[in-house]
């Protein structure tokens, strides 16, 4: 079976805090995505990475950024967190052409 | 961007119900993926589905691609406790495969 895994199931997190947020698949999948999911917004896109170092922006990328410094690990940074970042956050993988993502368990972040 | 609406949003069923959701585009789709989201936990990825007119069925669910490619529904006969949860379907399309999901659909099946 396909695993993603989210380093951390809950966090909480003060205002200003630099946040990083770990995801490692074990499948060897070229693509890796963070969403972030809210009450009546659904899912939103906020990176993804096709590749080790490449990253491209989703739909809501303000206030954070990514790493990819290895195929199976894709990291979301906060870089000064604030109580609107307070969110369920997910990461996905996938192998590349058309298929279905597996997701990690989540993360869910508090800021404080 | 692409926007793919669900309806309903909401739905209470009683057990041994059937149950439908629906999913509508302006624009064709590349695909439909559906995904179900168990209360506290994940989306996990059901089926895609890729040609125009195209059925699929995985034991009581059966899901359903328009003819003209812009709307598909997901189908529960006879409704379990354990279809409880929230139906998503989504479109994979563009470079690097990116999935934008839709509104989704809460289901609540009441014993």
């Given amino acids: 079976d396909v695993k993603v895994t989210q380093s951390s199931r809950y966090l909480v997190k003060r205002t200003g805090e630099k946040v990083f947020l770990e995801c490692v698949q074990d499948m060897d999948h070229e693509n890796m995505f963070w969403y972030r999911q809210d009450p009546g917004l659904g899912l939103r896109l ?5 590749d080790v170092k490449m990253k ?15 195929k199976e690990r894709f990291s979301l940074i906060l870089e000064s967190a604030s109580t609107n970042q307070t969110s369920m956050y997910l990461c996905a993988s996938s192998p590349p052409g058309y298929y279905g993502y597996t997701f990690g368990s989540g993360t869910r972040l508090t800021v404080v | 961007g692409q926007q793919v609406m669900q309806i309903p949003q909401y ?10 959701t629906y999913c509508n585009s302006s624009t ?7 995904y179900k989201q168990r209360p506290g936990g994940h989306p996990v990825f059901l089926i895609q589905l890729v040609k125009s007119g195209e059925v699929k069925k995985q034991k009581r669910l059966t899901f359903q691609f328009g003819e003209a490619k812009k709307n598909s529904s997901l189908h529960i ?18 470079g690097y495969q990116k999935v934008t999901f839709g509104t989704g659909t809460k289901l609540q099946v009441i014993p």
């Fill in chain 1, 56 to 70: 491209e922006k989703g739909d809501i990328p303000e206030g954070y950024s990514v790493s990819r410094e290895k």
């Fill in chain 2, 28 to 34: 064709t789709l590349s695909n439909i993926q559906w």
């Fill in chain 1, 46 to 50: 906020i990176y993804f990475s096709y």
């Fill in chain 2, 77 to 94: 006969t006879a409704t379990q406790t354990t279809d409880v949860g929230t139906y998503f379907c989504a479109e994979n399309s563009g």
């Fill in chain 2, 11 to 20: 739905q209470h069923v009683q057990e041994g119900e059937d149950f439908t």
